[in-house]
Each structure stands twice: as structure tokens, then as C-alpha cells.
């Protein structure tokens, strides 16, 4: 059964608004949506907080039937399920967590068409007893759609492949009319294809998003005897919740307890925890009761937690593509998050260690070249994106200004002509041969090997002795970073001439390389906010863990912190300006808009706050304590004698002016701003088009007061409302 897109709405953009509050589709949300009510097969490959999810959850409520997805973790099913919940859409879940009359009951619920999204296990989902269900629920009610979320599970390229997965592909011959979307936050190019024939996808459209997460700031630091105190300062300064993670339960428990020591509030996560603890920690840093978890790689896939400000791995991640995995768990809200690696020789040791324990000789190889991919990444000098992203095949120029690297450059040198040896060398032994053996070559080696392969003899053999193997290493790096030559991935990295190697040959691309210096931390705090976006913010966090906490919810299922700090920018003033917020619907400017204006409005009165939102949609009115003020000032009192007078701030008191030139009372601006900075002043505010003070003074510069923007605000604002 199926039924073409709602007519209940005039666009998709009018249904988002409705259902989730957003006021227009990011990446490519919009096509892949089209894509599924057009009843066809498509792989989504998306970044962590690209808001895969939202591409079937809002096709789901416009098609007839049910939209089934197949979900591999408990958490994330409830997860999902209350935040649809929570903006009034009817979504449940059947797992193990369940009894078994209520797994009747909600079985019942789907039947009698009440439920719009059901999550299920693969394991639950290709039972013989689920099957059966599955199909009178097709014949009953209908199904929209299949979902496969963590698709990369089901590709043994992938890195965290699940052997149930594999069986997926039986939906496609049981269900052939009903459109089947796969969904994944990272894949490669040979795991996007294993993806597609192990499920047996039809003629699927494939969308892969930018691997780029903007937001996200990379850096790598020594992992000495500072790094603690460094990780300590970190999680302190951080304003949202962090993430620690570490290779062994060992150091995890050593790391939380002495974390709890010095005052933050961690717990452990490992495999080697009952599964009630797990749970229960999970739970407790999830809904913000506390800031950190300290956890193995057993934690995080599926934690749709979006207000994670910061993820340290304390010791080496194993594979660029789990760190991307892992790293991505922060900032999931698009607002600014830290990802940091505290890097030590002695962890490769042990990497290699647990390497040696795998049963399969080719299992080694490809995990001893996953590592080395690591290793390159932590001691590059070049953008740390760039690295990332050629991983997956997408191409970066660099300069990223959002890394270690870019933010605080090594000095270049042009080594052109090193590079054109390195080349010609690897030219010479006809691309079968890794980076180590080519630099053998370079630097005259007398191993057996060189002699018994007659590598002696090539034009190559020796030309770079006056470079170091460190150098050589340094700049093969740099040459597959800038994608100048190529490297096998079958865990037996052979390096490749391509396109770019022979312009570099025949001196058409120059090459320069970063000379690194011993690494260094760097200051990556957010943005400078002003004290009352500050202030108010704490209050907002603080009623939304109440409501949260009084719904038995995580904090982020009432509102992210992005549509918090809108809120604390923006100051809505009244609900119709406060449903313009994006992330408030229209189910939660009915549940939580009223109280959420009353917040931001007794604040802005205490603290004096004027914005460009009055608190109706009224013209604004001159409150008492503001009458005392227009009286003093009117007396002929400085702003100065006022705040005296009053026992308030000068900044309130300014802010009662620029209130009262809101509201058309009859003051000077002339005698309060020097006529020739107001049009300065002016074109900023038009040019910015900011409720926020801060934007506007980045835009003017420092030679112009706070004070001075408010008060032509209050004027400007007064002008147009009279015009």
C-alpha cells in the first residue's frame, strides 16, 4: 500500500516546520526525501549531525503504512523514539528491553494504524517468529518504507561490520514494492558498493554528503606528563558534556577515578561493566546528570547526544575511520566542539600488541596499515581535514583554519625537487613497492633485499642520502596527503603514480612541504559571548534539565543547545517570535513556548536588556523602573550620575534609554552619540542585520562602545516602528 505525499501541506519546507521546527533542509536532505516518497532505493552516506534520521522520519508521516527501521542499538531506539514523542509524532520500538505483553500491545498499536515509525533490531526483525508479523502488517496497514541505519555494519570493510546485517538482503525479495533506504555517517567507496549488493538494493540513488563537519576543531598534543593537566583544564572550561576515550578498561577506570578526584563528574564505560551499569551511566550522561564519560570503543555509535562540546582520545585511536567515527560524536548541534589527540609512541606498542593477537595473517596486515594511516595522521604537518577527507575520497584544499596545523602553520619549503626523486624512484621500481622500501632505495641501503631485487642498480639508488629516512617519511606524507601519488589499501600499501605524480615530474605542480617544530597546544575556545547571552543561556539550561528531568527525557529531546542558543541571542519576547526559533514546532511552541518566554522576558526586565524583539508584537512600553530613569535623565543627570543614583550599572541605565528611544520618548540622541558615529553606527545595524550586540561591534571594531550601538539601536528601532 502507499499513497502520494500529503496534501495536508503546500511544500516539504511547510511539513519540516510543523513537525520539527526547522525552517529549511540541510546537505541533501530535501533530494534524498524526494527520493523515498518516489518509491525508490536509495544509501544516504551523511556526517554525525547531518540529520540523517529526519530523511525517513518526515517521509514516514507522509506516506500511508508504516516506516520500519532497523536499528542496532537499544539506546538509540529510545532515544529516537522520545524525541519523536516529544514533537507529537507516534514512533515506538520493539526489543529486548520489553516484556512480552508489551510487545503485544504495541504490536497491536501498529495494527490498528496508530503508529507511524516502528525501530526494531536486525536480530528481532529476521526472527521466524517476527516475520509473520512483518507481513500482516504490510497486508493491514502497510508499509512505507525500510530504513537500515549503521548500514556500514553490514560490509566487512566497514568498521564495525555485524554478521546479522548480511541477512538483510532478505527484505528485498519478500518486500519488492517497498522502497528501502540505507543510511550510514561514514563509508568508503568500496564499502558504499559492498552496502548496496549485500542488500540488494535496486537501482539505488547513492547521496554522499561532504565528509566535512566545519564545526569541529582537530588538534593533536603530546601525550607527556602535561597531558593530564591539559585534559583537566579542557573538560573545566568545556560548556557542554566531553567524551574520554581510552584503549584499555584499565585505563578507563584509572582515568574516571582520577578525574572524580579533581572535581569533574566522570564515569567509566567498558564492556568489562555489568550491563546495568553501562546502562545506568549511559543513561546518567545522557540526560546531563554528569559532564563526562571515560569509555573504550565500546561507547558512543547510536548516542544521539548533539550538545557534546568535547572528545579526547587519551590514547591513539586504531583506524582514521573509527577516530572520524569517534571524533564526530561532538558538535553533533553544529555548534563549535573540540576533538583532541593525545599522542605517544608507547601506544603504538600496544596497538601492535593487540594486532598480533588476531588469528588471521591478512587481518594483521590490513590493522598494521590502519594504524600507519593513524601515525600519519598524528604526526602530519598538513591540514588535519585534508588528511580526513582524502581517506574517503573527497577532495580538501587545505587551509582549514579549524586544526592545529592550519591555525598555527610550520614554515614551508619549497622541496620540489626532492619530491620529483621520491617520484622517479617509485617510477623506477614499477609502483610495486611500499614507501620504507622506497626510501631504502633513495638512501643507498646495502639490505640484502635492495641487492637480491638489483634495486642497486637503478638511477635512484643513493640520490637522496642527503636527506634523513625522518625527511623522506616526512614528505612521502605530505606527497599522499596532497593526493601527488597513491597507496594500495589491501594491507599491503604499494605506492601509485597518478595524474598529479606525473605533473610534478615534469615540473608542472611544485611541492611544498611543512617543516614541523615540536607540537603545541592551542586556544580554541568558542566565540567570546557577553555576560547576559551567558547569563540567560544558564537559565535556559537549567529550565530545560528541570522539564526534561520532570518527562524522565534527555535535556536535548525539549530543545537542542543550538535552539537554546538562538533563544539566547535571538530573545523571542512572545511566542509567535518565539515559534520563528529554529527547532520549535509547532507541538513544542504549545508545550514549552509560554514558560520559555516568561524566562527570557522577567530576565531581560531584571537585567535591563533591550533587544530588537519587544516583548509583544506591540510597540514598546516604558516600564516604572525605566520612568525613573527618563526622569533623572530629563533632570539633566549624566548616565553615570544616574547609575549612582539608582545603585545600578551604567549598562542598565543605558539600557533604559535605548528603551525609551524604542518606545519615542523625547530624548537627544545627539547629546548621547556624536551625530557622525551614529551613521557609522547605523549602516552597521542594516549591514549586520543582528539582534545581538556582538556581531555589530565585530563588524564596527573596538573603537566603538557597546553603549553607543545600543543606544542608536533603541532610536533605529523606534524609527521603524513609527514609519
Not at 260 to 271: E, V
Not at 410 to 427: G, H, N, R, Y
Not at 477 to 506: I, M
Not at 627 to 641: I, R, V
Request: hydrophobic share 35%; glycine share 6%; with cysteine.
Amino acid at each position: 500500500m502507499s499513497a502520494p505525499a500529503s496534501t495536508q501541506f503546500p511544500s516539504l519546507e511547510s511539513a519540516l516546520k510543523h513537525f520539527f521546527g526547522y525552517d529549511e533542509f540541510r546537505l541533501d536532505q530535501r533530494a534524498v526525501i524526494e527520493t523515498l516518497l518516489r518509491h525508490q532505493d536509495c544509501l544516504v552516506v551523511m556526517p554525525t549531525g547531518g540529520g540523517k534520521s529526519l530523511c525517513y522520519q518526515l517521509p514516514s508521516l507522509l506516506r500511508l503504512g508504516v516506516m520500519v527501521v532497523v536499528s542496532p542499538l537499544i539506546a538509540l531506539m529510545q532515544d529516537q523514539v522520545d524525541a519523536l514523542r516529544n514533537n507529537g509524532v507516534a514512533a515506538t520500538f520493539l526489543n529486548s528491553s520489553l516484556s512480552l505483553t508489551e510487545v503485544r500491545e504495541r504490536e497491536k498499536q501498529l495494527l490498528d494504524g496508530t503508529i507511524k515509525l516502528l525501530y526494531v533490531a536486525p536480530e528481532r526483525l529476521l526472527s521466524e517468529s517476527f516475520w509473520p508479523f512483518l507481513s500482516r502488517l504490510q497486508q493491514q496497514v502497510g508499509l512505507s518504507g525500510f530504513a537500515i541505519d549503521e548500514a556500514h555494519c553490514v560490509s566487512e570493510w566497514g568498521h564495525d561490520f555485524r554478521p546479522e546485517y548480511r541477512q538483510l538482503h532478505r527484505l528485498r525479495a519478500s518486500f519488492t514494492d517497498v522502497p528501502m533506504m540505507a543510511l550510514t555517517a561514514t563509508a568508503t567507496a568500496r564499502v558504499r558498493e559492498d552496502i548496496c549488493n549485500q542488500l540488494a538494493l535496486q537501482k539505488p540513488t547513492v547521496f554522499v554528503a561532504s565528509f566535512n563537519r566545519p564545526n569541529l576543531y582537530y588538534e593533536v598534543l603530546p601525550k607527556d606528563r602535561h597531558a593530564y593537566a591539559h585534559l583537566l583544564g579542557q573538560l573545566k572550561a568545556a560548556t557542554g558534556a566531553g567524551i574520554v576515550y581510552c584503549i584499555s578498561r584499565k585505563r578507563v577506570e584509572e582515568l574516571a577515578g582520577r578525574l572524580q578526584q579533581d572535581g569533574i563528574a566522570a564515569l567509566p564505560y567498558h564492556a568489562g561493566l555489568s550491563d546495568d551499569t553501562r546502562r545506568e551511566n549511559q543513561h546518567r550522561f545522557i540526560r546531563d546528570d554528569v559532564q563526562v564519560i571515560v569509555a573504550t570503543i565500546a561507547f558512543g555509535m547510536g548516542i544521539n547526544k548533539p550538545d557534546v562540546r568535547l572528545v579526547a582520545h587519551y590514547d591513539l585511536p586504531r583506524t582514521l575511520e573509527s577516530y572520524y567515527q569517534e571524533s564526530g560524536r561532538a558538535g553533533r548541534d553544529g555548534e563549535p566542539a573540540h576533538c583532541t589527540v593525545y599522542f605517544s609512541y608507547g601506544d603504538v606498542s600496544l596497538i601492535n600488541y593487540i594486532i598480533e593477537q588476531k588469528a588471521d595473517e591478512q587481518e594483521q596486515n590490513i590493522a598494521r596499515q590502519q594504524l600507519r594511516q593513524v601515525l600519519d595522521y598524528a604526526e602530519s604537518t598538513v591540514c588535519r581535514r585534508q588528511i580526513q577527507l582524502s581517506y574517503f575520497g573527497e577532495a580538501f584544499p587545505g587551509q582549514c583554519d579549524r586544526c592545529d596545523n592550519c591555525r598555527h602553520p610550520k614554515p614551508l619549503e619549497d622541496w620540489t625537487i626532492d619530491a620529483q626523486k621520491f617520484l622517479s624512484c617509485v617510477a623506477r621500481c614499477r609502483e610495486r613497492f611500499g614507501m620504507a622500501h622506497i626510501i631504502d632505495v633513495l638512501r643507498g641501503s646495502q639490505k640484502k633485499r635492495i641487492l637480491q631485487l638489483q634495486h642497486d642498480q637503478l638511477s635512484t639508488y643513493g640520490i637522496g642520502k642527503d636527506r634523513s629516512a625522518e625527511e623522506w617519511k616526512l614528505l612521502g606524507r605530505s606527497l599522499l596527503h596532497q593526493g601527488l601519488v597513491a597507496e594500495t589499501t589491501d594491507g599491503f600499501p604499494v605506492l601509485k603514480l597518478n595524474t598529479a605524480s606525473w605533473q610534478v615530474l615534469r615540473k608542472q605542480l611544485s611541492v611544498e612541504v611543512a617543516i614541523p617544530e615540536n607540537l603545541k597546544g592551542v586556544d580554541t575556545s568558542s566565540p567570546e559571548t557577553s555576560g547576559e547571552t551567558a547569563g540567560l543561556l544558564a537559565q535556559l539550561r537549567s529550565l530545560r534539565k528541570r522539564l526534561a528531568d520532570e518527562q524522565g527525557i534527555p535535556p536535548y529531546i525539549v530543545f537542542t543547545e543550538s535552539t537554546l542558543r538562538q533563544m539566547a541571542q535571538k530573545m523571542p519576547r512572545s511566542r509567535s517570535q518565539f515559534g520563528r526559533i529554529s527547532g520549535v514546532g509547532n507541538r513544542k511552541l504549545e508545550q514549552y513556548g509560554q514558560i520559555f518566554v516568561d524566562t527570557i522576558n522577567t530576565y531581560c526586565e531584571e537585567k535591563g536588556v533591550q533587544t530588537t524583539t519587544p516583548v509583544s508584537d506591540r510597540p514598546p512600553t516604558v516600564s516604572n523602573t525605566r520612568a525613573q530613569t527618563l526622569e533623572l535623565y530629563q533632570a539633566g543627570h549624566s548616565l553615570d550620575e544616574i547609575a549612582q543614583a539608582r545603585n545600578l550599572r551604567r549598562t542598565t541605565i543605558v539600557g533604559h534609554l535605548s528603551a525609551l528611544l524604542a518606545a519615542g520618548e523625547a530624548i537627544d540622541l545627539n547629546d548621547l552619540v556624536p551625530p557622525e558615529r551614529q551613521a557609522t553606527i547605523r549602516q552597521a545595524l542594516e549591514n549586520t542585520d543582528s539582534p545581538y550586540l556582538n556581531a555589530v561591534r565585530d563588524y564596527l571594531g573596538s573603537d566603538y562602545s557597546y553603549d553607543e550601538i545600543r543606544l542608536v539601536q533603541g532610536a533605529l528601532y523606534g524609527q521603524q516602528t513609527r514609519s
